[in-house]
């Protein structure tokens, strides 16, 4: 089993839509969790971390389950301009080496 | 512009070529990590630095492929010997102490195409 499992989709969605994105990690001592943003040929950028609380931006929210061991990421209102590949990154207890996963692309159509 | 700078942004190599890549990290950024980044995947941890010490190297980091940081400013990336495989994007990241240690920060990334 992978240690950071993402459904690669794409999730095409249209625009006003609400979209949920799942992360499923493996190591239970996970201690750090985030969600990237990556445009297509660009660099992933920090989109929001992810607290035991929950997380809350604008029109994205994001989630912890620890006991099920996902994160989940919620967008509301999709617009154009959220279409890329959401990258969901998992930090191990001690370890400044994070584990990317391999992304879910969404595709936001009029 | 004070964000994480890489160069070349693109660099086309015939096999068996040695390459050099430059991270220019946020100035007050300590850690720098290196990774590789093939289409449909997520980025691949290769090594990491904390100021000029590297702490860590990933397995995947072959004996072809060496970083270092010798003034705990800039990092290279050096691969030697190029294979076709070694074609990816290297994109290189910094970040910073607490309260944000874990946050990361890329650069532009450089595409290594070899052929």
């Known amino acids: 089993r992978k240690e950071v499992e993402q459904d690669p989709g794409p999730f095409n969605v249209p625009e006003g839509a609400t979209v949920a994105f799942n992360c499923t990690y493996s190591?239970?001592?996970?201690?750090?969790f985030f969600w990237y943003r990556q445009d297509c040929r660009k660099e992933p950028k920090l989109l929001m971390s992810?607290?035991?609380s929950g997380n809350e931006d604008g029109r994205f929210t994001a989630q912890l389950n620890r006991a099920s061991q996902y994160i989940s990421l919620l967008i509301r209102d999709s617009k154009l301009s959220d279409s890329a590949t959401y990258l969901c990154v998992v930090r191990s207890g001690g370890s400044y080496i994070p584990t990317f996963g391999r992304g879910t692309s969404l595709i936001v159509h009029p | 512009d004070t964000g994480v700078s890489q160069n070349p942004r693109h660099k086309i190599t015939k096999r068996g070529q040695n390459v050099t890549f430059r991270c220019d990290p946020i100035s007050e950024h300590n850690r720098l990590y290196w990774y590789r980044q093939t289409l449909g995947q997520g980025p691949e941890f290769l090594t990491y630095?904390?100021?000029?010490?590297?702490?860590?190297k990933s397995r995947l980091l072959s004996d072809r492929f060496s970083a270092e940081r010798p003034k705990g400013s800039f990092s290279t990336l050096e691969i030697q010997r190029t294979e076709q495989g070694d074609s990816a994007m290297y994109l290189c990241?910094?970040?910073?102490?607490?309260?944000?240690?874990?946050?990361?920060?890329f650069g532009p990334g450089t595409r290594l195409t070899v052929t």
């Open positions: 630095f904390q100021n000029e010490a590297q702490l860590e």
């Open positions: 990241a910094s970040s910073s102490t607490s309260p944000s240690a874990y946050e990361q920060y």
């Open positions: 190591n239970s001592a996970s201690q750090s």
């Open positions: 992810v607290y035991s």
